[in-house]
């Protein structure tokens, strides 16, 4: 059972264009949604998280939203640039995990940003 | 401050063979977690370890077993790899609790079991 998922295995955008990648869930018991970001031959980096009770949270070009109530996950990537093509992928922690990290990830989406 | 290191880069395993995966931090960090990737499955928890002493399985324990030496180092051991296997290992590790759960990742191991 996939608790954390995205269904779009790829994006591809133009450079200067908004990017949105998207993340749904199944259970309502996370309290913190993370993103990754994950270049080839190298590990995944954190980019932004968003706490449970806050719908927004920014960090320059970049935005995440959550829609608890339709219990959907966004990351706005405004302007996109050629740099950001990687692999994303959306986390969520459960509360009961607060002492072990624990994280539920999602399959991953691959955006490409085209010059 | 390297960060988190993993050993090897790449190996190549016949099927049955056994082989052991390193992984240390030099974050001060308490929790430590290995996890696969691939293609279409996103990142799977193998094990973690939440703390010095105590280790837990994740999503796709079978066929893995895993140490936690010390607060630095938790290594992945494939006693009789398969080609099911065949995959991207990734270590992690993460601080104290209260914090939002951010994970610090390593470069990764490619392993090929034929």
């Known amino acids: 059972d996939q608790q954390v998922k995205q269904n779009s295995p790829s994006l591809s955008v133009q450079e200067g264009r908004i990017s949105i990648l998207n993340c749904d869930y199944t259970?309502?018991?996370?309290?913190?949604f993370l993103w990754y970001k994950k270049y080839p031959a190298e590990g995944p980096t954190f980019l932004i998280s968003?706490?449970?009770?806050?719908d927004k949270n920014e960090d320059g070009r970049f935005t995440v939203f959550l829609n608890k109530s339709a219990k959907h996950l966004s990351l706005h990537i405004v302007p996109s640039q050629p740099g950001d093509s990687a692999v994303y992928f959306c986390?969520?922690?459960?509360?009961?995990?607060?002492?072990?990290?624990?994280?539920?990830f999602g399959q991953g989406t691959t955006l490409q940003v085209k010059p | 401050n390297a960060g988190v290191t993993q050993t090897p880069k790449f190996q190549v395993l016949k099927t049955g063979q056994s082989m052991t995966l390193q992984c240390a931090q030099d974050?001060?960090?308490?929790?430590m977690y290995w996890y696969r990737q691939d293609p279409g499955m996103g990142l799977r928890l193998i094990y973690y370890?939440?703390?010095?002493?105590?280790?837990d399985k994740g999503e796709v324990p079978n066929g893995y077993n895993v140490s936690r030496l010390n607060k630095r180092e938790f290594s992945l051991r494939l006693e009789s790899a398969a080609p099911s296997q065949t995959s991207v290992y990734f270590c992690?590790?993460?601080?104290?609790?209260?914090?939002?759960?951010?994970?610090?990742f390593g470069p990764g191991t490619r392993l090929l079991v034929l």
């Open positions: 986390a969520a922690r459960g509360y009961g995990s607060s002492n072990t990290g624990k994280l539920i």
């Open positions: 974050m001060n960090h308490n929790s």
């Open positions: 992690a590790s993460s601080g104290t609790s209260g914090t939002r759960g951010t994970q610090y």
């Open positions: 370890s939440a703390s010095e002493g105590t280790t």
């Open positions: 259970n309502s018991m996370f309290d913190y």
């Open positions: 968003i706490s449970s009770i806050k």
